[in-house]
């Protein structure tokens, strides 16, 4: 494909006039991929989508029609599909410039007023939020701040300290089942769990850790996806404690100094409870990621040699943000045990882990803002398509699949500090 200059971008916003800029054997070669694209595709769907047969009456209805929707379709989807990748190439030669909600972010951040601004608006919006809607949705937004946690906690280890972790679900299930079991045999209250489930959750950490951290990348990523199966296996097996597949049942909801709620006050309650742990979640994460142990994981991330020979301990960082990782899983599964007052082996499976690594890659590796958005979509977005009961996961994937192709990096990717050193001055950061 040719070179295209910044004249000829507003030919860009069409797909026939950017091939066109470009050449007429690139206009050409992409129609011709198109229609074998199209072709290819009738040829595979002809039995389903046109031959209808009914046994019955023993006849054979020829639904020619659908064979030109399918053809239509798949040729008007390929083009754009290729026009669509190429001027993501277009743009990557052109500069390396951010993309539209980056730049409205980083001008309100910069903007004190706009920014404090803008947080109360958030902020009053957050706490009217449960009195504005129903009980529904005031449950479905309290989903969304859980993974909004998890995500926030998984990206300390894969996203600052770069280690594939595949079994984060089971110190989110070691949290729930701490508050279930302390709850069910000792009458321990909501409270007084939530500080224990988040060591239970640091102790299995530092059992795993302390072995399986001196490997990398998919090995790492094997053990880790182990351990997750292990644990739902002995929850699922162990009856005598665990109840096994059957779970546990009656779990206390959060309390307010012995005041027991309803249902719908305890809600409320327990979205307040979420709200309030993840600002102090998001503090805290911040402050470790501008702290030495940060600055370390994103060493280690980086290059491990060149931070060994910095003098940092490869094992005591990664083992850090591993523990304090999985602390916030533990928070987050006593808030879910205490918000379902039911749980069994079935609500911690790998999928529960791939969706939460899949709002750490999506939202964007080390950024908080992209975690954040990257939980409001997959979490939110599932939900709000029910009316499409036969679609919605098709669209689901669908984003997922656009995203990863067109913001490989996240869609609110990670901003990289620079420190300057200024002689007889302190170091400044950009």
Known sequence: MSNVTKADTGASQNPVAFFLTAGCESFAESLRKSVLASLWFIFLTFPIMVIKVDTINKTIDWRWMNMAYIGIGTFVLSFVWRWALARKELTK????????????????????????????????????FPHAVGMYQTNIM?????????????????????LLHLGYVAFYAVGAYSYALLNMHYGIGFWTALPIGALFGVVFAVLLGLPVLRLRGDYLAIVTLGFGEIVRLVLENWGDVTMGPSGISGIDRPGFFGVKFGVMDSITYAYYIMLGLLIFTIFVINRLQNSRLGRALLALRE?????????IDRTKAKLLAFALGSCWAGLAGVVFAAKTTFINPASFTFWESAIVLSVVVIGGMGSIRGVIAGA?????????????????????????????????????????????????????NE
């Open 93 to 128: 030669e052109e500069s390396t410039r951010e993309n539209i909600s980056e730049k409205m972010l980083d001008r309100i951040s910069s903007n004190s007023y706009a920014k404090y601004g803008f947080l109360a608006l958030f902020a009053a919006a957050a706490v009217v």
């Open 142 to 162: 309290i989903s969304c701040l859980i993974y909004i946690v998890l995500g926030l906690g998984l990206n300390m280890v894969v996203g600052i300290a770069g």
């Open 303 to 311: 290059d491990e040699i060149a931070s060994q020979a910095m003098g």
């Open 376 to 428: 409001v979509i997959l979490v939110l977005m599932p939900e709000y398509l029910r009316a499409f009961s036969e679609f919605r996961m098709l669209v689901f994937g669908a984003t997922m699949v656009l995203v990863m192709v067109f913001r490989p990096q996240g869609l609110i990717s990670a901003k990289r500090k620079i420190y300057t050193y200024v002689k007889g001055k302190s170091a400044t």
